[in-house]
């Protein structure tokens, strides 16, 4: 079935830049997003990029979508301290239309 | 819109006994969806409903848990009976349809969180 995988920790220093990692199987995933969790808090759309795109910028956030390699990023510039949280790459099946989650990357900022 | 309701925030219970948590959408979203998300497993859809209607529920884990949404602004997810490894916290969803060629912003509640003792 479909698998989206995303490696579990990253920690930055305040102010770099925070990159997170995100692979997906399905071929034919139309549409990708990036959530963000905060401590007891639900999930919250960042933002989302369509298949046949490669890259997106809203402010702070870049994501760049490798779809030859079903490769999925996102940068966060000037990483401040409310940026901890977890960050979840989804992708929607093409045929099914569900959104499929990855684990989720936990992002400690270092002040 | 105060997005979507999810009660109770908490709940903590005994092996055995029934649980019941409850969601109210977005007004106007026909979607609904349930996620249960722990440590181990990360985030899993169970069900999800489209104009009230049980759509996919090939996630429940097992006859004990059920859910239904008797119209477009409620839903439950009830255990019965409940079992430690359910605890976990719940997820409720809800997005307006798109379609298979749009994009489907769920918009989520805070949360269940459920132990059980």
């Known amino acids: 079935g479909e698998d989206v995988e995303q490696s579990l920790f990253l920690s930055v220093r305040e102010g770099d830049s925070s990159v997170i990692n995100c692979t997906y199987t399905?071929?034919?995933?139309?549409?990708l997003y990036w959530y963000k969790q905060e401590p007891g808090a639900g999930l919250q759309l960042l933002t989302y990029?369509?298949?046949?795109?490669d890259m997106k910028q809203d402010q702070r956030l870049t994501v760049l979508l490798n779809k030859k390699d079903k490769h999925l990023s996102l940068r966060i510039a000037d990483t401040q301290t409310g940026d901890s949280a977890i960050y979840f790459c989804?992708?929607?099946?093409?045929?099914?239309?569900?959104?499929?989650f990855g684990q989720g990357t936990t992002l400690q900022v270092k002040p | 819109d105060a997005g979507v309701i999810q009660s109770p925030r908490h709940e903590v219970t005994e092996m055995g006994q029934e649980v019941t948590l409850r969601c109210k959408p977005i007004?106007?979203?026909?979607?609904l969806f349930w996620y249960r998300q722990t440590m181990m497993r990360g985030l899993e859809l169970l069900i999800y409903?489209?104009?009230?209607?049980?759509?996919?529920d090939s996630g429940m884990p097992e006859d004990r848990f059920s859910a239904k949404m008797p119209n477009a602004s409620f839903s439950t997810l009830k255990i019965q009976p409940s079992e430690p490894r359910d605890s976990a916290v719940y997820f409720c969803?809800?997005?307006?349809?798109?379609?298979?060629?749009?994009?489907?912003?769920?918009?989520f509640g805070a949360g269940s969180r459920l132990t059980v003792l």
């Open positions: 969803a809800s997005t307006e349809t798109s379609g298979r060629s749009g994009a489907n912003v769920l918009t």
């Open positions: 399905d071929s034919s995933s139309t549409y």
């Open positions: 990029i369509f298949s046949n795109m």
């Open positions: 989804a992708e929607k099946d093409g045929n099914t239309g569900k959104l499929i």
């Open positions: 007004s106007g979203h026909d979607y």
């Open positions: 409903f489209n104009n009230n209607v049980p759509i996919d």
